[in-house]
């Protein structure tokens, strides 16, 4: 059996109840979202022929089913025909949340940028568009990382994006070198604590 079909016909390990998800294992947790959420829905998938992907999506939208807020859950494992690959990130940064320490990235830009085909960010966005949402023209973004074995071949990624219409500003305006460059340090600082607000997990291998 091919590891693609291996792969689709292996059950999730996630039940989604609303605005939650409860994962049996890699991690055992209970993830937690706002209510005002909506399913988007779930990605099972290959990722670049390296990796077993199991993707959620979230968002908060408009009236006109513009996305305001995503929320893209993702449990990942290197395929055990690739041994040498693990999980590598050099963040400084760290969020605990619910007893799980994240690497924490950020990042600001337009959302039809540099997107890969196959990759997890196509595959996300092509789920969205095919439930009838509309992206926005940008958003800002904050990654969370929880790498769950010593091996780092096992990764529970959250991505927390904001529309950036709201802020006046197009992404470009607000990278290095653009017209409000320095203002991107104030907002990432409030979109990192709406994220932490925002995600609430907690472990569930009790006893």
């Known amino acids: 059996m091919s590891c693609l079909a291996a792969a689709a016909q292996a059950p999730e390990r996630k039940v989604v109840n609303n605005n939650i998800i ?7 947790a209970r993830i937690e ?9 779930v990605d099972r998938f290959l990722l670049q022929e390296i990796a077993d ?11 006109q089913k513009n996305v305001q807020r995503l929320y893209w859950i993702q449990f990942e494992d290197y395929l055990p025909s690739k041994p040498d690959l693990h999980h590598q990130y050099d963040s400084p940064r760290h969020m605990t949340i619910g007893g799980f320490r ?9 959302t039809n940028e540099n997107i ?8 996300i966005t092509a789920l969205i568009l095919s439930r009838g949402y509309n992206m926005p023209a ?11 074995d010593e091996q780092q071949r096992k990764e529970l990624m959250i991505i927390y994006s904001e529309n ?3 802020t006046g500003f197009a992404a470009a305006d607000l990278k290095k ?3 409000a460059e320095n203002l991107w340090l104030s907002l990432e600082d409030d979109l990192l604590v709406r994220a932490r607000q925002e995600i609430k997990i907690e472990p569930t291998n009790k006893p």
């Open 138 to 148: 940008g958003m800002m973004s904050v990654r969370l990382v929880y790498l769950l």
């Open 177 to 179: 070198g653009g017209k």
């Open 164 to 166: 950036l219409k709201p």
């Open 102 to 110: 994240f690497y924490v990235d950020t990042w600001v830009k337009r």
């Open 33 to 41: 979202l706002p209510k005002s959420v909506w399913y988007v829905g």
């Open 53 to 63: 992907c199991e993707l959620y999506a979230f968002v908060e939208v408009d009236d």
């Open 22 to 28: 409860i994962s049996d294992r890699d991690p055992k």
């Open 116 to 123: 890969t085909a196959g990759s997890d960010e196509d595959h």
